[in-house]
């Protein structure tokens, strides 16, 4: 197989996911998967896929459970997890053992300044032929969008969030 590089970005809802029926879809013909999700450290409902799909996907988490908002500044630990997540990463792209390797809110790490855009472009440089490489989230930075071999913009029109008081749905928001 030939391996290409894909980016999910925009505002809109949708980018883990398209990344997550990726995964399955995957999974479903018997390549194997490895997930990691950036700035994730809270329970979501496909914690589970690795359950469905033993052998076939890995999953880990790379943040902490609180969120860091627009402004505040990262705490050591969040920038540890980040790190150690952007190793993770390099290592599955490297190792031989996936066929497909989604980064999971890594162009949002980027922006927040927890890993640097030149950091995560040298791992998409590295990327060996034979892999699928995903990042996901929003404020992909234009040197990403330019390398990727596929690039989609998930684009808000319309959402539920801002007309109602609504609070994440298990199964459908996490």
Same mark, same amino acid.
């Not at 359950?51 to 076939?56: D, M, N, S, V």
């Not at 705490?75 to 540890?80: G, I, L």
């Given at each position: 197989?030939?391996?290409? &590089?894909?980016?999910?970005?925009?505002?809109?809802?949708? @980018?883990?996911?398209?990344?997550? $029926?990726?995964?399955?879809?995957?999974?479903?013909?018997?390549? @194997?998967?490895?997930? $990691?999700? &950036?700035? @994730?450290?809270?329970?979501? +409902?496909?914690?589970?896929?690795?359950?469905?799909?033993?052998?076939?996907?890995?999953?880990?988490?790379?943040?902490?459970?609180?969120?860091?908002?627009? $402004?505040?500044?990262? +705490?050591?630990? #969040?920038? @540890?997890?980040?790190?150690? $997540?952007?190793?993770?990463?390099?290592?599955?792209?490297?190792?031989?053992?996936?066929?497909?390797?989604? =980064? #999971?809110?890594?162009?949002?790490?980027?922006?927040?300044?927890?890993? +640097?855009?030149? #950091?995560?472009?040298?791992?998409?440089?590295?990327?060996?032929?034979?892999?699928?490489?995903?990042?996901?989230?929003?404020?992909?930075?234009? +040197? &990403?969008?330019?390398?990727?071999?596929?690039?989609?913009?998930?684009?808000?029109?319309?959402?539920?969030? =801002?007309?109602?008081?609504?609070?994440?749905?298990?199964?459908?928001?996490?």
């Amino acid at each position: 197989m030939t391996g290409k &590089f894909q980016l999910y970005t925009g505002n809109g809802k949708g @980018k883990t996911t398209a990344a997550l $029926g990726l995964a399955v879809r995957a999974a479903c013909a018997g390549m @194997k998967v490895y997930f $990691g999700q &950036f700035m @994730k450290g809270q329970d979501y +409902s496909e914690l589970c896929l690795p359950e469905h799909f033993p052998g076939l996907i890995t999953m880990e988490q790379y943040g902490t459970p609180k969120l860091i908002c627009k $402004g505040e500044e990262p +705490s050591e630990e #969040d920038m @540890k997890s980040a790190s150690t $997540g952007l190793q993770r990463i390099r290592t599955a792209i490297l190792s031989g053992s996936y066929d497909l390797v989604i =980064a #999971d809110e890594l162009n949002v790490t980027v922006h927040m300044g927890l890993l +640097s855009e030149n #950091d995560v472009m040298h791992l998409i440089l590295q990327r060996p032929d034979n892999v699928e490489l995903v990042l996901t989230g929003r404020y992909a930075p234009e +040197s &990403f969008i330019e390398a990727a071999d596929l690039v989609t913009e998930m684009r808000e029109i319309k959402h539920y969030y =801002a007309t109602e008081n609504l609070q994440a749905r298990i199964g459908i928001e996490s």
